[in-house]
């Protein structure tokens, strides 16, 4: 059985909507390129300071937060 890949798929079009590769958006965030990777693919939840430098950095409301969370 082959295993199903998870990612947050809002959270990646909206860094490519920006036209920023994962070390861009995660230099720009405050964090470490692996640690946006893991949470983009899923592999990692993501504290809260991520979520609120994401937040602050683009101006978001905490439903947009939200959905950029859901992971597929």
Do not use: P
């Not at 909206?14 to 693919?41: D, L, P």
């Not at 991520?50 to 859901?70: A, P």
């Amino acid at each position: 059985m082959t295993e199903k890949k998870s990612i947050r798929t809002n959270l990646k079009v909206f860094r490519v909507k920006k036209q920023m590769s994962q070390e861009k958006m995660a230099e720009k965030i405050g964090c470490m390129r692996a640690t946006y990777s893991a949470i983009e693919n899923a592999k990692r939840e993501g504290r809260s300071a991520f979520w609120k430098s994401l937040q602050s950095e683009f101006s978001l409301s905490e439903e947009e937060v939200s959905e950029l969370k859901i992971v597929d």
